[in-house]
């Protein structure tokens, strides 16, 4: 006779069972997930490669249309250090010219005298110019054309959707195996950028180039992050402007 989980599993229906963020893995490795952008250059093994990219195959799409794809770098350095150049020339852009972090603090977790090290390699664009030293570089393509519906699903509410839950399952997989990753977005910001991307790895006129998510050994952990906001700062409940409340700080009853 069947258990009442393996009933649940075969309908599809999730168990009555309470679990605390402490028995949560995955919240573990949400929590623990940083932004690396500088990597040894050591080869990653081809095995953990795999599991990497069958973490994004899994991701959720539309309809199970999956319009994306992924074209994975590992060996044409040439291609690495050409998306660098592209990076380190619009971070220049970005950053150069306006002293941002002066004003918006938004690095203060980055302790003195260090702190201004980091913005000096912000303003010059080294500081992006990960992808060259990185194992893995997969450019993360979506396309709006590529499926059979009666009517076109725009790419940036669907494409880069399903993109971005497929980054973000590659990205908690690499963290649990000890990698470090970064998401290269500089290098594909300019549409003309893009273009040069695209004809370079002959990528069809259907599908958007949108980023490179760079995935390599971590020269050293990111111990710090910058903060979150508690719940009540990002969630309303039920409507709009209508403050969420936590658990810990409910009356009884509410």
């Excluded at 990960?130 to 494409?159: M, Q, R, T």
């Excluded at 040069?196 to 050994?217: N, Q």
């Excluded at 709009?240 to 936590?246: A, E, F, L, M, Q």
């Amino acid at each position: 006779m069947a258990s009442d989980a393996e009933k649940s599993e075969a309908a599809g229906e999730a168990l009555d069972t309470v679990r605390t963020d402490k028995e949560l893995e995955s919240l573990k490795w949400i929590r623990e997930r940083r932004s690396i952008r500088e990597f040894t250059g050591e080869r990653i093994p081809d095995e953990h490669i795999e599991l990497i990219l069958e973490a994004a195959r899994h991701a959720p799409s539309p309809e199970n249309m999956l319009m994306i794809r992924f074209v994975v770098i590992r060996d044409d350095q040439d291609m690495k250090v050409f998306l660098s150049d592209i990076a380190q020339e619009m971070a220049q852009t970005a950053f150069g010219g306006a002293p941002f972090e002066l004003t918006s603090g938004r690095n203060w977790f980055i302790g003195d005298p260090h702190r201004a090290a980091v913005y000096a390699r912000l303003r010059d664009g080294e500081l992006f110019r990960y992808p060259e030293k990185s194992d893995a570089v997969i450019i993360v393509c979506a396309s709006e054309s590529w499926h059979d519906a009666g009517y076109l699903y725009p790419n940036e509410l669907f494409g880069s959707v399903v993109s971005g839950m497929a980054i973000q399952n590659m990205w908690l997989t690499a963290t649990e195996l000890g990698y470090g990753c970064g998401y290269e977005a500089l290098v594909c910001s300019d549409p003309r950028h893009a273009e040069l991307i695209r004809d370079k790895l002959g990528i069809p006129p259907i599908w958007v180039p949108l980023t490179a998510f760079c995935i390599g050994k971590r020269i050293s952990p990111r111990a710090l992050g910058p903060s979150r906001p508690p719940l009540e700062g990002l969630m309303y409940a039920e409507r709009w402007g209508h403050p969420y409340k936590r658990l810990a700080f409910r009356e009884e009853g509410e």
